[in-house]
C-alpha cells in the first residue's frame, strides 16, 4: 500500500463547477500537507500549505484536512478552464524530512 | 511566494557527454534543495537531497557517480549528469525549502529542465 494514495483522474469538469480533489494517507506521522499545481511541462507551483486540522481558504481555493481519518482534499470554486493541470498532494513528518507525493490528478476544465 | 529559477530549460545533447542543470533560489536562501526526477504521465521521483556543504543524500536506486551535485552556496545547487545515455532523457526538477515556514518543509520547484540524450 502507497503512503499516500490519489485518485489519478483525468476528471473532466465544465467551466464554473466546483472540483473536489482529494488525497488520503497512511502515516500518521504526516503533519505538514500541500497541494501543487503543475502545468504540462513546467515544474509544480505551490497553491496550499496547511499544518492542522480543519480548512483554509485562499481565492477560490479552500485545503481541508481531516487528520483523524487521514484525508485531505482540495476544492476549486468557480473552476475555469486555466485551472486544467495536474494537481499533486504532498506531506511530510516535520522537521525538514522530505514530501511524499500522490501520483497527482489531470483536471480538464471545459468550455 | 518564494523563486525558484532552474537553467537551462531544455538541453539535447549526444550520448557520452555530461549535462550540468544550475538550481537557484532566488529571494530566499536555501540550505536544502532536492532533485527530482519525472517521466511523461507520472508524479515526482526524488532522486536526492542537496544539503548546503555537505554531501547530498542519494535515494535507493540513484548512482550518485552518474548523478553528481554539488550544493556551493545557499542559493545554487547543480546536478550534473555524467556520460548520458538515451535512459537519461527525461524532465528533472528541483526544489528548494524555504525554513521560513512552519516546520520549515515547504519546498517551491523550479520550471524543471528537459533533457533530451540522443
Known amino acids: 500500500q502507497k503512503e499516500v494514495e490519489q485518485d489519478p483522474g483525468p476528471l473532466s469538469v465544465p467551466e464554473g463547477a466546483i472540483v473536489s480533489l482529494n488525497c488520503t494517507y497512511s502515516?500518521?506521522?504526516?503533519?505538514?500537507f500541500m497541494w501543487y499545481r503543475q502545468y504540462s511541462r513546467k515544474g509544480p507551483e505551490l497553491l496550499m500549505y496547511?499544518?492542522?486540522?480543519g480548512n483554509k481558504e485562499d481565492g477560490r481555493f479552500t485545503a481541508q484536512v481531516d487528520k483523524s481519518s487521514k484525508y485531505i482534499s482540495l476544492f476549486i470554486r468557480d473552476s475555469q478552464p486555466s485551472d486544467s493541470a495536474t494537481y499533486l498532494c504532498?506531506?511530510?513528518?516535520?522537521?525538514?524530512?522530505?514530501?511524499?507525493f500522490g501520483t497527482g490528478t489531470q483536471l480538464k476544465v471545459e468550455l | 511566494g518564494a523563486v525558484v529559477s532552474q537553467h537551462p530549460s531544455r538541453v539535447i545533447c549526444k550520448s557520452g557527454t555530461s549535462v550540468k542543470i544550475e538550481c537557484r533560489s532566488l529571494?530566499?536562501?536555501?540550505?536544502?534543495m532536492f532533485w527530482y526526477r519525472q517521466f511523461p504521465k507520472q508524479s515526482l521521483m526524488l532522486m536526492a537531497t542537496?544539503?548546503?556543504?555537505?554531501?547530498?543524500?542519494?535515494e535507493q536506486g540513484v548512482e550518485k557517480d552518474k548523478f553528481l551535485i554539488n550544493h556551493a552556496s545557499l542559493t545554487l545547487s547543480t546536478l550534473t549528469v555524467t556520460s548520458a545515455h538515451p535512459e537519461d532523457s527525461s524532465f528533472y526538477i528541483c526544489?528548494?525549502?524555504?525554513?521560513?515556514?512552519?516546520?520549515?518543509?515547504?519546498?517551491?520547484f523550479g520550471p524543471g529542465t528537459r533533457l533530451t540524450v540522443l
Open positions: 542537496s544539503n548546503e556543504g555537505s554531501k547530498a543524500t542519494y
Open positions: 529571494d530566499f536562501q536555501a540550505t536544502t
Open positions: 526544489s528548494a525549502r524555504d525554513t521560513g515556514t512552519p516546520g520549515g518543509d515547504t519546498q517551491y
Open positions: 496547511t499544518y492542522s486540522s
Open positions: 502515516n500518521s506521522a504526516f503533519q505538514y
Open positions: 504532498a506531506m511530510s513528518a516535520g522537521g525538514g524530512n522530505k514530501l511524499t
